[in-house]
């Protein structure tokens, strides 16, 4: 279906990743809220991905990426403002093999502690997206390791798709077909995969981004056709912050119909929302997709809408600092 | 088994309450973590009751006591620190019967606006046992309503103890009876049902309770068999200030084999293990038998422990403040 003369996945290679990576990884439940049901006027299914093994989605992929390595590879490196690097370091430390993670020396501190837990080395570097890459060729020159890129890959896109795989299983095991599969957006690997899972499995359902108003560029790309590739992200979602990657967009634009943005209000009260009611420990990037839900609840009206909490990763004191105006006594 | 002098609940009183509330409560998950079994070394399966309703096992008990009322009850009354008087402010909304809660102008924010959504009426009042006592006896005076204690209650009990059920039929489904079952110990209604379900259902399960050193009242009477009935409770469980109830206490020298303690900074610890390993949002009182294990790992290593998170409702930005120390920039 996408350009076929870029290196993009086709929807057989997300099946052949649910099959290799099925036992690695957690078959996350399907968590319902009557409760936001009814702040929303729409039926939210939320994939927990955030008690997905290493906290985040990005387990899928990465373990995807680790099952179909060049032979005799020995050593991986990657760039990833975190939850990718965890995902990679604990998917190479299952099988031996080394990893070197570059990261922006303003990711979370609890992302990077999660990296150094699951023993890779960390590389610190600067924020933007040309300081990743120049630390990341370094490692590469200097060591010869293989890298896994945190979005713009094939095996990635394939592995996070897996997600969309479940959630299609999981609804269907209760008896229905959900109406949107909703799913939060930065590099586009979990919304790609997405795309291409419900292309083949399921046509009819509306596939849709939700990305940080604060960090656009995919809405924009989608909207214009043409791949929007810098930005400067100002948004507190920081698994979203990454530019959309080409393979991505290739995908993206055969496969999901629109991406709908949210503000930083939003995603302050929609991860709100979501600690408060049902007690789950979901990162800022998570509450996105519930976040663009309370923005445009028309397009959601009594809908069923399954949506992906992404992870769980974060410095908690730092998070909880921007309920502060909310929570604290009068 | 307990002092028949007293007005205390049987076991068949926990199996009734059981069929009764069935259909307004949740069955809530029985989780496990691998990551935190390493760190204890013991195999713990962890009750989700901060997944009831109202975010605390407390709807139970207050689910069983609004279907024993005395005919013609059109108004209840309790005093509470909190989850209680949410859990009352449900149950009766439930059944359209009006609530008036006395709660210490020290309880968490939270807390207090739990009690207002569900549209009960809430009474202010000192941080005393004697405070509060005045101030319900006032508004039963002026208003007739009938009052339903948050603890030492035979009603109350026996709602409580349908935790225990749950959880070894969790256990049992899942091929084996646990070890032990750890539970936290306030006024006594959780620990004092869990001793009686057990008894009638598995008695060579060791049923222990876990309270903050800072609030060891229940220790120090069932170690030295006389009601401890005064203390200044200094803790950050604040579910667990209350003094141990009378029927309470009845109850559990019966069927409780001892009470382990937790110092604050193991209370933190468990908290915040709990909050980053699991992604789920318990409050300080739920931590604090994960904090009995941590503190006093020989009485638990390589048993299987079942343990209660008896709730998730908090002021957020205070219970982050906690891990400030540990979680902040280097």
Partial sequence: MPDNNLDVPGSA???????????????????TSGLIDRACGANLFFKCEHLQKT????ARGASNALCRLPAGTTMVAT????????????AAAARGIACTVVMPETSPLAKRAAVAGYGAEIVLCGPTLADREAALRKVVDDSGAHVV??????????GQGTV???????????????DIVLAPVGGGGLLAGTGLAMAAMAPEVLVLGAEPAGADD????????????????DTIADGLRTPLGE??????????????????????????????????????????????????????????VALVLSGGNMDLVRAA??????????
């Fill in 247 to 304: 393979r991505n967009f290739a995908v993206i634009r055969q496969t999901v119909k629109d991406i709908v943005t949210a503000s930083e209000k939003s995603i302050v009260d929609a991860m709100q929302l979501l600690w408060t009611r049902t007690k789950q420990l979901v990162e800022p990037s998570a509450a996105v997709p519930l976040a663009a839900i309370l923005e445009h609840p028309a397009r959601f009206r009594d809908k069923k």
């Fill in 149 to 158: 890129p945190p979005f713009d890959d094939r095996r990635i896109i394939a």
């Fill in 218 to 233: 995919a809405q924009r790309s989608l909207r214009s056709g043409v791949h929007v590739t810098s930005q400067t992200p």
């Fill in 13 to 31: 290679e997300v099946f052949s990743a649910a099959q290799d990576i099925a036992e690695r990884i957690h078959r996350t439940p399907l968590m």
């Fill in 321 to 330: 600092s921007l309920f502060a105006g909310e929570e604290s006594e009068p």
């Fill in 55 to 58: 906290g985040a989605f990005k």
């Fill in 164 to 178: 969309a795989l479940e959630i299609l299983e999981q609804c269907r095991e209760r008896g229905f077909t959900p």
């Fill in 79 to 90: 760039h990833s403002s975190g939850n990718h690097g965890a995902a990679l370091a604990w």
